[in-house]
């Protein structure tokens, strides 16, 4: 393996990471959003605060770490996608910086009117960021950032293999957030959360799937390189989501929220990686290959120790703040 | 105001630049100051917080207890904008300066992957802490703050490494147009990196440490004079000091440095328009035309505070061409307003401390409550000053020596409507953080501990056998 595709990999390992982490954060903005009054929704609002408030600043430094990742380690390609899509960037970036401030002070808020006003804007920006990198996403795998300068400005970002990705983004992040929000429902014995959370979980699982397996059709004839990729290369990785997508419906329609967790995020960590996959060798596709838009060397070299230390420092704690947060302590308060 | 002056902060409204130049430096001047006080909090907040919670632990302490506790939600909101402000700025890198990036992104990266890992570690263990209130037994809850000051000072040891190496460039040639030789560890253990975090750090504790001690100042001040305030004020206000009295030091062996690596800055920051031997200390004045005006000289001064020497001169802006000027006015009104506040607040913390060694209480007095007030905006102002002085002191350069400005910014003029919408953004976050917070002081001094979020069940019919306001996630 050389340096660039073991750097490559690590990043994209970062993507997963965030599509899992961040994006069942975000998703749970869906949930929120469609709560009702504020007497009605209260008890969701609370157990989507309780749920992703001590880990949300965890699962967004991901995204540090991945915009970190890029810039130093494929720092040409770095620049390009960012002068080209600043668009789609900026609108994800308005959304990340609303969603993490109004949590805050939603939490803080001294009355039901203000909570309300933040709380809009908290599930609000929840959803428009999924949909943004879901469209950086579809620029880059669909060939519409160039090696060198600046792509078009709008249509790098607007075509329909962008705004599939946008909607799948915003569809497997609300799959995964019900999920968990329902298994952290049930844990705390709240029956009539837990019931109507299962019912939304269902539908928005359902139509996430159809969407996944329906983008594939627009995408054969927008995007013929990503598309020989996820009918080649990645096909299994494909197959295995839609396998695991169907797993984690039924488990939840069977009331198995535990197991369900975990087919979830197989699934959509299938999807994501089918399109890392599906997209190999290129870093940008039909543009510059992993191999060639990497930095210097040692800058690589070092990019690795980063990661090994990661593995060291950052992944035992995190995993000890998970157990903690899921334990019996942490739930029934 | 001079016109001079005024071209100075509108250099190239029209000219041969990059469209986005203008924009983009005013841009990443509002992100970077914005978020550099909140960075700050991040620094400095979780040792003070420490320090009031160990109290609060192993001396059974209960007011210290409680206010380590109620800064503990303060820190929640203000870290919590810190972190998405921050984020701003990782973005910016790529969407305002395309030119740096890519060149240069290799080059100056690898320290930013260290500060991705020091703010995971911070993330992870500030989730446990503001959570663990009850949670968790309270000598492990307490050594989480531990991993959070640690990471805190290692990360902003990376992000101003990063900026050290723009000042000094070390770690890299080009050839060709071409950078070749790249050397990622270089600037790690550079000293002039290592000094000049010392110096933001040191400014971090000034900065947290005056504002949280005038906070309770300004209580007392409204006749809240219980234990409560006093220890409100005294334990961050014991941090400030022991920052304030070593950070002229810091600055000066600092500045020592810049006669070396950045001439053109230092001609900058001493208003030297030719090089003189012995070199004076001009306090105050502008550049007017070519001619120094307004300002009191006093002989030799220079020469010793610059170079630590009666005779060597500072480098004087005759000798720099014209087109490597810094902006000499914004760059020496910045540079002397960092060091005359910082000078006010290492004498006021000296007679503060010296009184009360001589037994008598200065806060008693309400001029003294006001100077403490006061001192929280100052030590913000001369932060503030001081990145202008160093980042404006090394244009026309990003990269000194390499790499231009102009060079740097992309060709986008929309960037004008970003800096619109961003100010609008930043201008609502500030309200909304200074609503909240003060909202929760209010209900504080009304005796409402706990917070709950408003959204909390309104009756046991919700679910669960407790009280509504054992929902909080903070309560316990």
Not at chain 1, 1 to 25: K, N, R, S
Not at chain 1, 232 to 254: D, E, K, M, N
Not at chain 2, 367 to 384: D, S
Request: charged letters at 15%; one cysteine or more.
């Amino acid at each position: 393996m050389t340096l660039e595709l073991a750097v490559a990999v690590a990043l994209f390992a970062g993507v997963v990471a965030y599509a899992l982490f961040g994006g069942a954060d975000f998703g749970s903005g869906f949930y929120d959003l469609t709560a009702g009054s504020a007497h009605r929704g209260s008890e969701l609002r609370t157990l989507v605060d309780h749920s992703i408030g001590p880990v949300w600043e965890a699962n967004h430094v991901w995204l540090i770490y991945i915009l970190v990742m890029w810039w130093t380690g494929f720092p040409e390609s770095f620049a390009s996608a960012m002068s080209t899509l600043i668009l789609p960037m900026l609108l994800a970036l308005l959304g990340i910086v609303l969603r993490g401030s109004s949590f805050a002070f939603r939490k803080f808020a001294p009355t039901i009117g203000q909570a309300r006003l933040y709380g809009a804007i908290f599930a609000g920006s929840s959803l428009i960021t999924p949909f943004f990198l879901g469209t950086v996403a579809g620029a880059i795998a669909s060939g519409r950032v160039p090696a060198q300068g600046r792509g078009d400005l709008w249509s790098s970002w607007l075509n329909p293999t962008s705004l599939l990705g946008g909607v799948i983004a915003v569809g497997s992040s609300a799959f995964l957030a019900g999920v968990f929000l329902t298994a952290e429902a049930h844990h705390a014995d709240r029956g009539a959360l837990t019931a109507s959370l299962r019912r939304r979980t269902l539908a928005v699982g359902a139509v996430t799937g159809a969407v996944v397996f329906a983008a594939l059709i627009p995408i054969l004839h927008d995007a013929p390189t990503l598309a020989d990729g996820l009918t080649g290369r990645a096909a299994p990785l494909i197959i295995a989501s839609g396998l695991a997508g169907a797993t984690a419906l039924a488990l939840v329609a069977a009331r198995r929220y535990g197991p369900a967790r975990i087919s979830a995020v197989a699934a959509v960590a299938s999807v994501i990686s089918g399109w890392g996959v599906g997209q190999y060798p290129w870093l940008l596709v039909d543009e510059v290959r992993i191999a060639d838009g990497g930095g210097a060397d040692a800058t690589l070299a070092g990019l690795l120790v980063v990661v090994g230390l990661a593995g060291v420092l950052v992944l035992p704690p995190l995993v000890y703040l998970f157990r903690l947060t899921q334990s019996d302590e942490w739930v029934q308060h | 105001m001079s016109l001079s002056l005024l071209q100075e902060v509108l250099p190239h409204a029209v000219g041969l630049e990059p469209e986005g130049l203008l924009p983009a430096r005013q841009q990443m001047a509002l992100s970077l100051g914005w978020h550099i006080i909140l960075a700050s909090f991040g620094v400095a907040f979780p040792a003070i917080i420490w320090a009031a919670h160990w109290r609060g632990v192993y001396r059974g302490d209960d007011v210290a207890l409680n206010l380590a506790r109620r800064w503990a939600k303060v820190s929640a909101v203000l870290f919590a904008i810190g972190a998405v402000s921050g984020t701003v700025l990782s973005f910016e890198m790529g969407l305002l300066w395309p030119g740096l990036m890519g060149p240069y992104g290799d080059v100056l990266g690898l320290p930013f992957a260290f500060e991705g890992l020091s703010f995971f570690v911070e993330a992870i263990f500030l989730g446990m802490y503001l959570y663990g209130w009850g949670r968790v037994p309270p000598k492990r809850h307490l050594l989480m703050l531990v991993p959070m000051a640690i990471a805190g000072v290692v990360g902003s040891y990376c992000v101003i490494s990063v900026n050290a190496r723009m000042n000094m460039p070390v770690g890299f040639r080009v050839e060709d147009g071409q950078v070749v030789d790249v050397d990622p560890w270089a600037v790690l253990f550079n000293p002039g990196a290592i000094l000049q975090f010392a110096h933001m750090w040191v400014a971090a504790y000034m900065v947290v440490g005056f504002t949280v001690a005038g906070v309770y100042a300004a209580g007392m001040l409204r006749g809240r004079r219980d234990r409560h305030h006093r220890l409100g004020f005294t334990i961050p206000f014991v941090f400030a000091s022991a920052a304030a009295v070593v950070q002229p030091f810091l600055g000066h062996v600092l500045g020592l440095r810049i006669a070396e690596a950045q001439p053109a800055k230092l001609a900058a920051f001493e208003l030297a328009t030719e090089t003189e031997s012995p070199s004076p200390l001009r306090l105050g004045g502008l550049l007017i035309d070519g001619e120094v005006r307004y300002s009191l000289d006093i002989p030799g001064l220079g020469s010793i505070i610059a170079r630590n020497s009666f005779t060597k001169p500072v480098q004087g802006l005759e000798t720099i061409a014209p087109a490597d000027r810094p902006p000499v006015n914004i760059t020496h009104v910045a540079f002397q307003s960092m060091v005359g506040i910082g000078t006010l607040l290492f004498v006021a913390v000296l007679v503060y401390w010296f009184v009360r060694w001589r037994g008598r209480d200065l806060l008693d007095h309400r001029w003294t409550l006001r100077a403490a007030v006061a001192a929280g905006p100052l030590a913000v102002v001369a932060m503030e000053a001081g990145w202008i002085a160093t980042e404006v002191g090394r244009q026309p350069w990003v990269v000194y020596g390499y790499l231009r400005t102009p060079d740097a910014a992309g060709d986008n003029p929309q960037i004008w409507i970003l800096l619109v919408a961003t100010a609008v953004l930043y201008t609502g976050l500030t309200v909304g953080a200074v609503v909240v917070l003060r909202s929760m002081a209010r209900r504080w001094r009304a005796g409402e501990e706990d917070l709950p979020s408003p959204y909390g069940p309104e009756s046991a019919a919700a679910g669960g056998a407790s009280r509504p306001h054992d929902r909080g996630p903070e309560a316990s």
